[in-house]
């Protein structure tokens, strides 16, 4: 009789536990959510661009390459001495430097960490892992317009 | 007047028995072996410190964060407000050169083996406050919002970003977004004037009052009580306080030379539509990681190379700082060599790749 009670009241004891425990879990859980929720950022609407006007073509230089802006992106845009145009990603793809067009090499460089990448966009020396984005260059008229490659 | 002061002493020894802590001074002695000089770059760096706070604070009644308020304040303080371009860059020079005793400090408790027990806890606070330093580094470099920070600061938490899992929750957290932009800003001053102050005073707390109970560690080598020749010791109170007073001076002196004939720079203001500038680099202290991530080629083997040398880097800073705990024989009181070759080698490296740095 005595042993049964016991073990009833160990089972008690038990449930206790368990109900406790349950409720600190949920006390720091209602603590700890909130603030790991504030400290993550909230997304921006951002505004979707599908394309942006450069400029007159006329304007634009042979064997030179400007920052765009595209989006809240930086694109560069490049024209070879040729004068095919052509569009990447400005972020370098190493460390997220902005990339700029070298006239005396011909390439597109990143001050950061000499990263270089060619005419096409491709990653040919130092540390970037990967190619720059591509975008779409498109010249309508005299315009110069750059959109996202689809 | 005399009498003023000794009535005072009295109120006050009443009240908190300031009689103890007197007579702990009193005991406390420094010991006197050819290595001592060491012992004062703690000071020197705790001065530096102190230096930070009270500047830090001056430059507070000034400075607004903010991307199109940030640069323009910081342009205001350095052209507008009498001295501020002083306080400025005393805080610069300060900062640059709290990192620098850091530097010796540590590197000087590792050759000599202090960290060995019983002094882990006053090593891992250290080191824990040497890496809160660089954060202070690096998050105050960004608060001007000049060029060289913004780059700077894409790429320090693009690295960030790079460690394996915890990478990208980790450079959200950072930079208050995907980019780095005025959130990024903002977090930073946070960091800055609040969440590290707070915590480095705590570590620092801790750190002071293990070396006032522990006393300060001898080195192995000059440990002369076995070879019967008596311990040369100065008293703390007031000979080695006297001594560390002066080099406060001394080095109050050089920052004051530095900041009036060299001061800080405000570059140009941050454009994110920029290319980042050439001969972009980070301050000194970060140049041989820099460096390396220069110097690692994009691929090797399967891994990326800037993911190998953030790990690497994340192995051989972790086991730098837990080292009093697997270098057993130095606890035991044995000399050990290989603790002598890895320094070396790392004193080496960082040099190297510093020096490629500023060269190449």
């Known amino acids: ?150 | 007047m005399k009498n003023l002061w000794s009535n005072l002493y009295v109120w006050l020894d009443e009240r908190v028995q300031l009689e103890s802590l007197v007579a702990f001074m009193g005991k406390k002695y420094v010991p006197v072996h050819r290595h001592s000089v060491w012992y004062y770059f703690g000071g020197v760096t705790l001065f530096l410190f102190i230096v930070q706070v009270i500047t830090g604070i001056l430059l507070l009644l000034y400075y607004k964060s903010g991307e199109e308020l940030a640069f323009e304040s910081i342009q205001f303080i350095m052209s507008k407000v009498q001295f501020g371009w002083l306080i400025r860059s005393i805080h610069s020079w300060a900062a640059n050169l709290f990192i620098l005793a850091a530097v010796i400090h540590m590197f000087s408790v590792y050759f000599e083996r202090a960290y060995r027990k019983p002094r882990e806890l006053t090593w891992l606070t250290g080191m824990l406050m040497l890496f809160l330093g660089m954060g202070f580094g690096f998050s105050g470099y960004l608060l001007p919002w000049n060029e060289l920070a913004f780059f700077a600061t894409k790429v320090g938490t693009d690295i960030a970003g790079v460690v394996p899992f915890i990478g990208k929750p980790m450079l959200i957290f950072l930079r208050g977004g995907e980019e780095v932009s005025g959130a990024t800003l903002s977090r930073f001053f946070g960091f800055h004037v609040a969440v590290m102050p707070g915590i480095f005073t705590v570590l620092l707390g801790i750190h002071l009052i293990l070396v006032q109970r522990q006393g300060m560690s001898e080195p192995l080598h000059t440990d002369r009580s076995e070879a019967g020749v008596p311990r040369t010791t100065m008293p703390f109170f007031p000979n080695f306080l006297l001594r560390d007073l002066l080099l406060w001076l001394i080095v109050l002196n050089i920052l004051a030379i530095l900041a009036v004939f060299f001061p800080w720079e405000l570059g140009t203001k941050a454009d994110p539509f920029a290319s980042a500038p050439a001969g972009i680099a980070p301050e000194w202290y970060f140049m041989f990681m820099f460096q390396t991530l220069k110097i690692i080629p994009a691929k090797v083997l399967f891994i990326d190379g800037e993911v190998l040398g953030v790990l690497l880097f994340g192995v051989a800073f972790l086991l730098w700082t837990i080292i009093p705990f697997w270098d057993r024989k130095s606890a035991r009181g044995e000399h050990n060599r290989a603790i002598t070759y890895i320094g070396l080698f790392v004193v080496g490296y960082v040099l190297l790749l510093t020096i490629l740095g500023w060269v190449l």
């Not at chain 1, 909130?34 to 950022?41: C, E, N, Q, S, V």
């Open chain 1, 1 to 150: 009789m005595n042993d049964n009670t016991g073990a009833v009241h160990e089972g008690k004891r038990d449930l206790l536990k368990y109900i406790l425990g349950a409720g600190l879990v949920a006390w720091l859980g209602s603590i700890v959510y909130p603030l790991a929720a504030y400290l993550k950022p909230p997304r921006q609407a951002e505004v979707e661009v599908s394309s942006v006007k450069v400029g007159k073509l006329a304007e634009i230089e042979k064997d030179s390459g400007a920052i765009v802006r595209f989006g809240n992106k930086p694109v560069i845009l490049v024209r070879s001495a040729a004068g095919e145009l052509r569009a990447f990603s400005a972020t370098c793809t190493h460390l997220d430097c902005t990339v700029q067009y070298r006239k005396d090499l011909g390439v597109i460089w990143c001050a950061c960490h000499n990263g270089k990448y060619d005419f096409n966009g491709k990653n040919i020396a130092g540390p970037p892992p990967r190619p720059l984005d591509e975008y779409r260059v498109v010249v309508q008229g005299e315009e110069v317009l750059i959109s996202k490659q689809s």
